[in-house]
């Protein structure tokens, strides 16, 4: 495809060009660009105003080059990783941020599905693929992967540019178990199939076109996890507790008298 840029000033039109690629999400943190050469025929303009361009975005933040190239810049790093290490410290917060998900998600499915083009929808139907091959092989670890990936799919689907930079940048905490371990979520008895039906449901009411059914499948979707982990949590507490309870006889004196 021929993406040709020719106005007056042309470093700041290939900039504002690729500015607007990473504002729609096209280009992701951490990507890496086409070298230099290969990149400036692909947008068929010269080298030097190419180069001028990278270095106007490279001031803003937005890219960042070194010895292995020029990638797009990972710009809500600074903010998401102080807050990681506090999310992290106070577990309890794992309800918040689920609380947070719960007034999304139900809003970006039903974006998504008035809003996804053929493409959209092509790439959601392959995330469904990607999720029933990783449950047919019970691989908990690329499934749960698989999950984060459909998310993402409907946020980019639902066409709304702070939705789906915000959500990025939780998706990024959640696949790096932040919030919770995923894998434990995955691996608790019927989980793994109820939420297999629950993204299918999700993901079909999108692709239909249902708006409010999708709403209800995500929403829904989001109040199963919020009891699944409460009930992990407190099976958790339980349990520690019997195991305080085992090793109580490290902390009395057994030959003491009343």
Same mark, same amino acid.
């Given at each position: 495809?021929?993406?040709?840029?020719?106005?007056?000033?042309?470093?700041?039109? +290939?900039?504002?060009?690729?500015?607007?690629?990473? #504002?729609?999400?096209?280009?992701?943190?951490?990507?890496?660009?086409? !070298?230099?050469?290969?990149?400036?025929?692909?947008?068929?303009?010269?080298? !030097?105003?190419?180069?001028?361009? +990278?270095?106007?975005?490279?001031?803003?933040? *937005? #890219?960042?080059?070194?010895?292995?190239? $020029?990638? +797009?810049?990972? %710009?809500?790093?600074? *903010?998401?990783?102080?807050?990681?290490? @506090?999310?992290?410290?106070? !577990?309890? $917060?794992? %309800?918040?941020?689920?609380?947070?998900?719960?007034?999304?998600?139900?809003?970006?499915?039903?974006?998504?599905?008035?809003?996804?083009?053929?493409?959209?929808?092509?790439?959601?139907?392959?995330?469904?693929?990607?999720?029933?091959?990783? &449950?047919?092989?019970?691989? &908990?670890?690329?499934?749960?992967?698989?999950?984060?990936?459909?998310? @993402?799919?409907?946020?980019?689907?639902?066409? /709304?540019?702070?939705?789906? &930079?915000?959500?990025?940048?939780?998706?990024? =905490?959640?696949?790096?178990?932040?919030?919770? /371990?995923?894998?434990? #979520?995955?691996?608790? !008895?019927?989980?793994?199939?109820? =939420? =297999?039906?629950?993204? @299918?449901?999700?993901?079909?009411?999108? =692709?239909?076109?249902?708006?409010?059914?999708?709403?209800?499948?995500?929403? $829904? &979707?989001?109040?199963?996890?919020?009891?699944?982990?409460?009930?992990?949590?407190?099976?958790?507490?339980? *349990?520690?507790?019997? +195991?305080?309870?085992?090793?109580?006889?490290?902390?009395?004196?057994?030959?003491?008298?009343?």
């Amino acid at each position: 495809m021929n993406q040709s840029i020719k106005p007056a000033k042309l470093a700041d039109a +290939i900039a504002e060009h690729l500015e607007r690629l990473i #504002l729609e999400g096209v280009l992701r943190p951490g990507e890496k660009l086409l !070298p230099e050469r290969e990149l400036a025929l692909k947008l068929d303009v010269s080298r !030097p105003s190419l180069r001028d361009a +990278i270095t106007k975005l490279e001031q803003r933040g *937005l #890219l960042v080059s070194g010895r292995s190239g $020029t990638h +797009i810049a990972q %710009f809500l790093t600074p *903010l998401m990783e102080p807050l990681a290490a @506090l999310l992290q410290s106070h !577990p309890e $917060t794992t %309800f918040d941020y689920l609380e947070f998900r719960g007034t999304i998600e139900g809003t970006a499915a039903a974006l998504a599905a008035r809003r996804a083009t053929d493409l959209d929808r092509a790439a959601i139907r392959s995330v469904l693929e990607r999720m029933r091959a990783a &449950h047919a092989q019970e691989d &908990h670890s690329e499934e749960a992967d698989a999950d984060a990936d459909l998310h @993402l799919a409907v946020y980019e689907a639902a066409h /709304n540019r702070v939705m789906l &930079h915000t959500m990025r940048a939780f998706s990024t =905490l959640l696949r790096n178990d932040v919030f919770y /371990n995923r894998a434990q #979520l995955y691996t608790r !008895p019927g989980v793994r199939e109820a =939420l =297999l039906d629950q993204h @299918l449901a999700i993901a079909g009411a999108v =692709l239909s076109g249902e708006a409010e059914a999708a709403r209800a499948a995500a929403e $829904t &979707h989001v109040d199963f996890t919020v009891r699944t982990l409460r009930a992990i949590r407190q099976d958790e507490a339980r *349990l520690a507790v019997s +195991i305080q309870r085992i090793g109580r006889s490290d902390l009395i004196d057994g030959g003491a008298g009343a």
